[in-house]
């Protein structure tokens, strides 16, 4: 298994243009955002939904890859759940909508970024990348506070 250092390398090779970087800090979090929806919008009973249980195996993933950093997508993941109870309870149509149409226009902006940067995205290699995306962003944060990974 890569470590977290040689999969932040490898998306970070794909991921050079200043634009296409801060395209990813709008449309990666925008992605992670609506994929929570979604799941979000998937009742299991019990006050339970598919976000939930789908969380709890992403914590297991990036808990892997690197404690620290997971934490940090722990907190992040948690905000986005936040924010769907939120949505939820404020949007005149159901999250799910709100989400596809979140979805849409972040990976438009995505592909765009692509374009400019003359690189096809990460996860057409390997659609980890898709989880590493997020990741790779706190470890920004991460670096800006001066905190271990």
Same mark, same amino acid.
Request: charged letters at 10%; a positive charge; proline letters at 5%.
């Given at each position: %298994?890569?470590?977290?250092?040689?999969?932040?390398?490898?998306?970070?090779?794909?991921?050079?243009?200043?634009?296409?970087?801060?395209?990813?800090?709008?449309?990666?979090?925008?992605?992670?955002? =609506?994929?929570?929806?979604?799941?979000?919008?998937?009742?299991?009973?019990?006050?339970?939904?598919?976000?939930? =249980? =789908?969380?709890?195996?992403?914590? @297991?993933?990036?808990?892997?890859?690197?404690?620290?950093?997971?934490?940090? %997508?722990?907190?992040?993941?948690?905000?986005?759940?936040?924010?769907?109870?939120?949505?939820?309870?404020?949007?005149?149509?159901?999250?799910? @909508?709100?989400?596809?149409?979140?979805?849409?226009?972040?990976?438009?902006?995505?592909?765009?970024?692509?374009?400019?940067?003359?690189?096809?995205?990460?996860?057409?290699?390997?659609?980890?990348?898709?989880?590493?995306?997020?990741?790779?962003? %706190?470890?920004?944060?991460?670096?800006?506070?001066?905190?271990?990974?």
């Amino acid at each position: %298994m890569k470590s977290a250092t040689q999969w932040l390398q490898e998306y970070g090779e794909s991921h050079q243009n200043p634009t296409n970087k801060l395209i990813h800090w709008i449309c990666v979090p925008s992605i992670f955002l =609506a994929i929570i929806g979604f799941l979000f919008s998937v009742r299991l009973g019990g006050g339970w939904n598919l976000a939930h =249980a =789908a969380l709890i195996f992403l914590a @297991v993933y990036y808990f892997r890859l690197s404690f620290p950093l997971g934490i940090g %997508m722990l907190i992040f993941a948690a905000l986005c759940l936040g924010i769907c109870y939120f949505l939820e309870s404020v949007l005149p149509a159901p999250l799910w @909508v709100a989400c596809l149409i979140i979805f849409i226009v972040a990976w438009i902006g995505q592909f765009y970024g692509h374009g400019l940067e003359g690189k096809k995205p990460s996860f057409f290699k390997d659609l980890q990348f898709l989880l590493i995306g997020p990741m790779w962003l %706190m470890s920004f944060i991460y670096k800006r506070l001066g905190f271990k990974f």
